[in-house]
C-alpha cells in the first residue's frame, strides 16, 4: 500500500524534505557529525567530491575517501534531529520515492557518529576517544515507537533503581551498538563504555545556571552506576536515538566520541577542534581498512 503524501513528504523534485536527498545521492556507509560546518572538517580528505546540498541543518556531501564512497549529513542537535535524519535516510533507500511503496529487499546502511562529549569518569581523560558499547536513553524519543524489544531491560530497570528515577520522566532505555561496526573502530587506544542521551544540554546534563534541578544529585549516581562491568562513561544528546531507530530500522550503528570535557575533575580540552580532527582522520582510516 502507497504511503499518503501526508506522511512521506517530498520536495517538487522529488528528493526526501527535510534532507533534500535522492537515492543516488547518498553511500552505504554514512558519517554523522553534529554541526554543519563539521562536514567540510571531514571531507577536507576526501579525494574527490560528486555531490553536496543544504537545507536548514541538514547539510550532506558524498565523495570518496581512499576510493570507498562515504556520506556526511550533518544532524544538528539532540534526538529529535535524529529522528528526522534516520527515518529520511531509511526512505530513500528503503521506500520506492516514485511508488510510495516500501521495497521489498531492504538495504542496511552503516552509520557512523563522530560526536564530542564530555567524560563522567575520571580515568578517561580529556582529548581521549571513546566507543559507545551502549547507549543510555534518558530523553524518552524512543519511546515513541515499539522499542522494548531492543532495550536490555536488566540495565535499564538496575539504572532505574539505583537512581531513583523518577516516574515522571520517560523510562530509562538501553541500547547496544553494532558488534560488527565496533569491531573494525576499535583499537588500543579506544576507551569504552555506556554512553547517556540527554534531551538537552543543561538541566538534563545536570548543570546549573538559574534553575533548581528536579535531581541534583543525578550526575553523582550516574558516576557511580555499575552493572556486570558497563558503566556511564560520558554524556551527549544523540547516541541512544541513533542507537535505537538503527536497531529498529535494520541498519548498523557505531558512536564514536571526541571527549573534550571531563565533568568529575572539572577540566575541558585546550585545543578540543585538533582532537575531532584527529578522530575525524582516525575513523575515515578504520572505514578503509
Same mark, same amino acid.
Given at each position: ?46 579525494? #574527490?567530491?560528486? @555531490? ?7 547539510? #550532506? ?16 542537535? =539532540? *534526538? ?21 511503496? *516500501? ?25 581521549? @576517544? ?32 539505583? #537512581?531513583?528515577?523518577? *516516574?515522571?520522566?520517560?523510562? *530509562? ?21 555506556? #554512553? ?6 543543561? =538541566? ?20 557511580? @552506576? ?64
Amino acid at each position: 500500500m502507497a504511503i499518503k503524501q501526508s506522511e512521506l513528504i517530498l520536495n517538487p523534485d522529488g528528493s526526501i524534505y527535510h534532507l533534500n536527498l535522492k537515492p543516488e545521492n547518498i553511500a552505504k556507509d554514512i558519517i554523522f557529525v553534529g554541526d554543519q560546518d563539521r562536514v567540510d572538517k571531514v571531507t577536507q580528505y576526501f579525494d #574527490t567530491i560528486e @555531490f553536496t546540498t543544504q537545507k536548514r541543518e541538514f547539510k #550532506t556531501t558524498t565523495g570518496s575517501y581512499k576510493g570507498k564512497r562515504i556520506t556526511v549529513i550533518s544532524t544538528g542537535i =539532540g *534526538p529529535d534531529n535524529i529522528d528526522i535524519v534516520l527515518n529520511e535516510l531509511d526512505a530513500i533507500v528503503n521506500i520506492n520515492l516514485k511508488t510510495r511503496e *516500501p521495497k521489498k529487499k531492504l538495504t542496511a546502511l552503516n552509520i557512523i557518529r563522530i560526536g564530542t562529549s564530555g567524560s563522567l569518569q575520571k580515568n578517561i581523560p580529556v582529548d581521549s @576517544f571513546l566507543v559507545s558499547t551502549h547507549a543510555l536513553d534518558l530523553n524518552g524519543m524512543l519511546h515513541s515507537y515499539q522499542i522494548e524489544t531492543h532495550s536490555n531491560s536488566e540495565i535499564s530497570r538496575a539504572y532505574a533503581k539505583h #537512581t531513583n528515577w523518577s *516516574p515522571k520522566k520517560a523510562a *530509562p532505555l538501553v541500547i547496544e551498538n553494532s558488534q560488527t561496526l565496533e569491531e573494525k573502530l576499535s583499537s588500543e587506544i579506544i576507551y569504552k563504555g555506556m #554512553t547517556a542521551t540527554a534531551g538537552g544540554f543543561y =538541566g538534563p546534563q545536570g548543570r546549573v545556571l538559574r534553575l533548581a534541578l528536579q535531581d541534583e544529585d543525578l550526575n553523582r549516581k550516574m558516576d557511580s @552506576f555499575l552493572y556486570n562491568g558497563i558503566q556511564i562513561t560520558n554524556l551527549e544528546m544523540e547516541t541512544s536515538a541513533i542507537y535505537g531507530l538503527c536497531k529498529l530500522l535494520g541498519h548498523h550503528a557505531c558512536s564514536l566520541n571526541a571527549i573534550i570535557a571531563n565533568r568529575a575533575s572539572g577540566t575541558f580540552s585546550e585545543d578540543y577542534g585538533k582532537v575531532v580532527d584527529n578522530l575525524i582522520k582516525y575513523t575515515l582510516e578504520k572505514l578503509v581498512a
